[in-house]
């Protein structure tokens, strides 16, 4: 039996827990999606947790209704690197998994899956490509599915630290390193998870690209849109304070009601 106060990695995963964190805002239907995804999965450890931005829009009853743990976060004090610290600060899993509330999971074994990487006592953190939702736009689904295959040559580590690399919208890292060294929050626009990932790969641990680990993900961006998405991710490389007016291209359900 695994202490939990001492974790012993590059053994079966199947001694592990996981937290899983979503960030969430008015996101109620496709939080509701991704809790019975996640109760299919073939992993059954694990403990749930959202970090809510001021829903206005029924979220925080059906994460309660659900069983979910939830912190609150102030939509004054919100930025991405400040919403994951929070979540991993009251995680008690051994693994931190971490999503947005509109990621959704295409495998049963999903969670195992991305687990298993972490029998490897080298691994700091697994991630995948995304893959388009639903909601796809073509320009979306053309984007998605080239970089999908363009960098995806099955499991495999990756050297270099860059746009996508361990990216937030689906990733797992080790507790016992992010209690090392936290997501930065000077990078409150966004890129905490990137610079995470340059501080893993610098101090001698791997990032794993799992196939296996891949969720579905888009938000339904015009070409026009997808043009001022790459522009956003493209200033990620330096910190930057959050402002929510940047994210104004989206015009997504969930910020509709954001002043």
Known sequence: MIERQEVVF????????????????????????????????????????????????????????RKVKVINLPRSQFSYPRALNLG???????????????????????LSS??????????AGVYSPTLPRS??????????????FEKLRGAHAVRHAGRGVLGATNCAIR??????????????????????????LNSGYKI??????????????SWRGLMKQMAYWSGLGKPATFKRRKFDFRKEEHFRELP
């Open 208 to 221: 794993i690209c799992e196939s296996k680990f891949v969720v579905r993900h888009s938000h339904g961006l």
């Open 10 to 65: 590059g053994l079966d995963y199947r001694t592990m827990h996981a937290s899983i964190i979503i960030r969430v805002l008015n996101e109620r239907e496709n939080l509701n999606r991704l809790l019975d995804i996640l109760e299919r999965q073939d992993f059954r450890d694990k403990e749930i947790i959202i970090v809510d931005n001021e829903s206005t829009d029924g979220t925080l009853e059906l994460a309660r209704s």
């Open 88 to 110: 991993a600060g009251a995680a008690t899993g051994d693994i931190l998994v971490f999503l947005s509330a509109h990621s959704f999971p295409l495998r049963e074994d999903w």
């Open 175 to 200: 507790k016992d390193l992010w209690l090392k060294h936290n997501f930065d929050e000077s990078y409150g626009l966004g890129g905490e998870d990137t610079a995470w990932a340059g501080w893993a």
């Open 135 to 148: 909601n796809a736009t073509l320009a979306e689904r053309l984007f998605y599915w080239r970089y999908y």
């Open 114 to 123: 991305g687990l298993n990487r972490f029998s490897d006592s080298g691994v």
